[in-house]
C-alpha cells in the first residue's frame, strides 16, 4: 500500500534560517506528490505539488523536488517568516477507480521565532 | 465567499449519541471527500464520494455512514458515538474525481465524552 513518511516536529527556527523538511514515500504505480499546509484553526491548504519524476514544484519561497530515485519529496525555503509556522503536510495521490484519494504523512509543525 | 465549509465547528456530546456533521462546497466540483484527523495530527481518509457513487475506506466502521443529498453537499453521520472518535473531522473537494487538487474545510472538533 501507499504510505508517506515526514521528519516528525517540532521544527524551531528563528526568523530568515533555512527550512528543510523531509518527506519519502512508499507507493505503487507512479504518485503524485503534494504539500498542504495547515496555519492554527484553519482547514488545509495546497502549499504545492508534483505530478512526475524530476519536477519541481514551488510556492510562496517554497519548493519541493520529486525525487524517484530516491522516493522523495523534501520541503525547503531559503528564509521563513513569522508567518509561515503552521503544521505541514507531505501527501501522495495515486488516481484510480476510487479518485484521488490523498494519503497523508503525519506532519511536522513549524515554529518560526522572531 | 467560503468554498468548502463545515457545521457546527465545535460538537461536544456524549457516549452512545447519533451526531450529524455538514459540509457544504460552492466550487461546483463532482467529488467530495471525508478526513479524519487524530489527537496527532495525523490524517487519513474515510470516504469519497463522485455522482452518487461511495468509496468506502473499509477501515471505517460502518457506524460512519456518509449522505449526499446533492452534488454540493455531503454529510457525516455517525451512529452511537465512542470515545475514539473524538477527532477533528474535515471536509474536502475536488474538481473531478481525477483531479489533484483537493479544497478542505476549516473543520469539526468532535469531542465525545
Known amino acids: 500500500g501507499n504510505s508517506v513518511t515526514q521528519m516528525e516536529g517540532p521544527v524551531t527556527l528563528s526568523e530568515e534560517a533555512f527550512l528543510t523538511i523531509n518527506c519519502t514515500y512508499t507507493?505503487?504505480?507512479?504518485?503524485?506528490l503534494f504539500w498542504y499546509v495547515q496555519y492554527p484553526g484553519e482547514g488545509l491548504q495546497l502549499l504545492l505539488k508534483?505530478?512526475?519524476?524530476?519536477d519541481k514544484g514551488s510556492n510562496k519561497g517554497f519548493e519541493a523536488t520529486y525525487r524517484k530515485e530516491t522516493t522523495s519529496f523534501h520541503l525547503e525555503k531559503g528564509s521563513v517568516q513569522v508567518s509561515d509556522s503552521a503544521v505541514y503536510f507531505c501527501?501522495?495521490?495515486?488516481?484510480?477507480?476510487?479518485?484521488?484519494?490523498?494519503?497523508f504523512g503525519g506532519g511536522t509543525r513549524l515554529m518560526v521565532k522572531p | 465567499d467560503t468554498a468548502v465549509s463545515q457545521t457546527p465547528k465545535y460538537l461536544v456530546t456524549q457516549m452512545g449519541n447519533d451526531k450529524s456533521i455538514k459540509c457544504e462546497q460552492n466550487?461546483?466540483?463532482?467529488?467530495m471527500y471525508w478526513y479524519k484527523q487524530d489527537s496527532k495530527k495525523f490524517l487519513k481518509i474515510m470516504f469519497s464520494?463522485?455522482?452518487?457513487?461511495?468509496?468506502i475506506n473499509e477501515t471505517v466502521p460502518n457506524r460512519f455512514s456518509p449522505k449526499s443529498p446533492d452534488k454540493a453537499h455531503l454529510n457525516l453521520h455517525i451512529n452511537s458515538l465512542e470515545l475514539g472518535d473524538s477527532a477533528v473531522y474535515f471536509c474536502?473537494?475536488?474538481?473531478?474525481?481525477?483531479?489533484?487538487?483537493?479544497?478542505f474545510g476549516p473543520g469539526t472538533r468532535l469531542t465525545v465524552t
Open positions: 474536502a473537494s475536488s474538481q473531478a474525481r481525477s483531479s489533484y487538487e483537493q479544497y
Open positions: 507507493a505503487t504505480g507512479y504518485p503524485s
Open positions: 508534483a505530478t512526475k519524476a524530476d
Open positions: 501527501a501522495l495521490s495515486t488516481n484510480n477507480n476510487a479518485g484521488n484519494m490523498l494519503t
Open positions: 466550487l461546483g466540483h463532482d467529488t
Open positions: 464520494y463522485n455522482n452518487k457513487e461511495l468509496i
